[in-house]
């Protein structure tokens, strides 16, 4: 009797903590598909606790999850052409965050940079989540929910190398001539309130797109590419965990580092990734658990019958 108290007072607790951390944790699993090291950067919006880490070390074919607390809200992006001096001093071509060391400990990421942006457990208990081009482009990105609900709870993101495309006074160079590695946006290149939502032109109504944020939503539709272009491309989700995917296609990845000019495959294609079975063994527990304890109750209002009768 004392082995089978035991065994239900370690069910109890199981469930109970299961419970707990799916109204509490989301998880975020960064994939590097790209043919070369990403150097991924976190920040975390003011007055939310901070994730574990600000900035970390992704090499190629490597993954790595988060677990974001309830309602954390923040950004992740990519720093590429990253390197340490002889002084031990950090920093990356693009999407450096100032900070001279891998974590980024609270800033963020220096234009042009592709951005992911979420807001979990918002308004009507949503997570919303986009992926912004407005700040510029530096790497292919995929944002894929896993398991949320609601009518548009679906992937977004930009998977096309737009380096190599980049309009010309925009496009940033590698300093060892190696070709494109950013592209900035029209309001860093030009710095006027038209471009910038800025000034006379800081309403829905008055900043429109430009020829400049139009290659952007051409090439990647679903992204923001200015400040108002929320109508396609902000997205909800309710219970979900979320897939961040640098270079989500092969021929993107490819085209990044061996300057080739493949068409890059649909996003669809990689909104079925991989990423089952993680939780497997704790969800065999669970449903262990669950049956044993309602055997027991089986049992003991059997007993209480009999005891009365």
Same mark, same amino acid.
């Given at each position: 009797?004392?082995?089978?108290?035991?065994?239900?007072?370690?069910?109890?607790?199981?469930?109970?903590?299961? #419970?707990?951390?799916?109204?509490?944790?989301?998880? #975020?699993?960064?994939?590097?598909?790209?043919?070369?090291?990403? /150097?991924?950067?976190?920040?975390?919006?003011?007055?939310?606790?901070?994730?574990?880490?600000?900035?970390?070390?992704?090499?190629?074919?490597?993954?790595?999850?988060?677990?974001?607390?309830?309602?954390?809200?923040?950004?992740?992006?990519?720093?590429?052409?990253?390197?340490?001096?002889?002084?031990?001093?950090?920093?990356?071509?693009?999407?450096?965050?100032?900070?001279?060391?891998?974590?980024?400990?609270?800033?963020?990421?220096?234009? %042009? $940079?592709?951005?992911?942006?979420?807001?979990?457990?918002?308004? +009507?208990?949503? @997570?919303?989540?986009?992926?912004?081009?407005?700040?510029?482009?530096?790497?292919?990105?995929?944002?894929?929910?896993?398991? +949320?609900?609601?009518?548009?709870? =679906?992937?977004?993101?930009?998977?096309?190398?737009?380096?190599?495309?980049?309009?010309?006074?925009?496009?940033?160079?590698?300093?060892?001539?190696?070709?494109?590695?950013?592209?900035?946006?029209?309001?860093?290149?030009? &710095?006027?309130?038209?471009?910038?939502?800025?000034?006379?032109? $800081?309403?829905?109504?008055?900043?429109? %797109?430009?020829? *400049?944020?139009?290659?952007?939503?051409?090439?990647?539709?679903?992204?923001?590419?200015? $400040?108002?272009? @929320?109508?396609?491309? =902000? #997205?909800?989700?309710?219970?979900?965990? *979320?897939?961040?995917?640098?270079?989500?296609?092969?021929?993107?990845?490819?085209?990044?580092?061996?300057?080739?000019?493949?068409?890059?495959?649909? %996003?669809?294609?990689?909104? =079925?990734?991989?990423?089952? &079975?993680?939780?497997?063994?704790?969800?065999?527990?669970?449903?262990?658990? =669950?049956?044993?304890?309602?055997?027991?109750?089986?049992?003991? $209002?059997?007993? /209480?019958? /009999?005891?009365?009768?």
């Amino acid at each position: 009797m004392a082995q089978l108290t035991f065994f239900v007072s370690i069910c109890v607790l199981i469930l109970s903590h299961s #419970f707990i951390s799916g109204l509490q944790a989301t998880t #975020f699993t960064i994939v590097n598909k790209c043919e070369y090291v990403v /150097w991924p950067g976190i920040l975390t919006n003011a007055g939310v606790p901070s994730l574990p880490t600000t900035g970390f070390t992704l090499q190629r074919g490597e993954t790595k999850t988060i677990t974001a607390p309830t309602s954390w809200g923040g950004r992740f992006w990519g720093r590429t052409h990253c390197s340490q001096d002889s002084t031990g001093k950090f920093s990356c071509l693009t999407g450096d965050c100032g900070s001279d060391k891998l974590e980024c400990s609270g800033n963020g990421a220096a234009p %042009p $940079a592709t951005l992911a942006e979420f807001t979990l457990d918002g308004a +009507g208990g949503l @997570d919303f989540f986009d992926v912004s081009l407005v700040d510029g482009y530096n790497i292919p990105m995929l944002v894929v929910p896993r398991g +949320g609900t609601g009518p548009n709870c =679906t992937y977004t993101g930009c998977p096309v190398d737009m380096n190599d495309s980049c309009p010309s006074d925009l496009k940033v160079m590698s300093t060892d001539g190696g070709g494109g590695v950013a592209c900035k946006s029209a309001c860093e290149a030009f &710095g006027q309130p038209q471009y910038c939502c800025s000034g006379a032109y $800081a309403t829905p109504d008055t900043c429109q %797109p430009s020829s *400049y944020s139009k290659v952007f939503k051409t090439a990647c539709p679903l992204a923001y590419s200015y $400040a108002y272009d @929320d109508k396609t491309s =902000t #997205f909800t989700c309710a219970n979900a965990d *979320y897939t961040i995917t640098f270079c989500p296609s092969p021929n993107t990845s490819q085209k990044s580092s061996k300057g080739q000019n493949e068409e890059p495959t649909s %996003p669809l294609e990689n909104s =079925t990734m991989e990423y089952e &079975g993680a939780l497997d063994e704790s969800a065999a527990s669970r449903s262990s658990c =669950t049956n044993v304890i309602i055997g027991i109750a089986m049992v003991m $209002a059997f007993w /209480w019958s /009999w005891q009365l009768f």
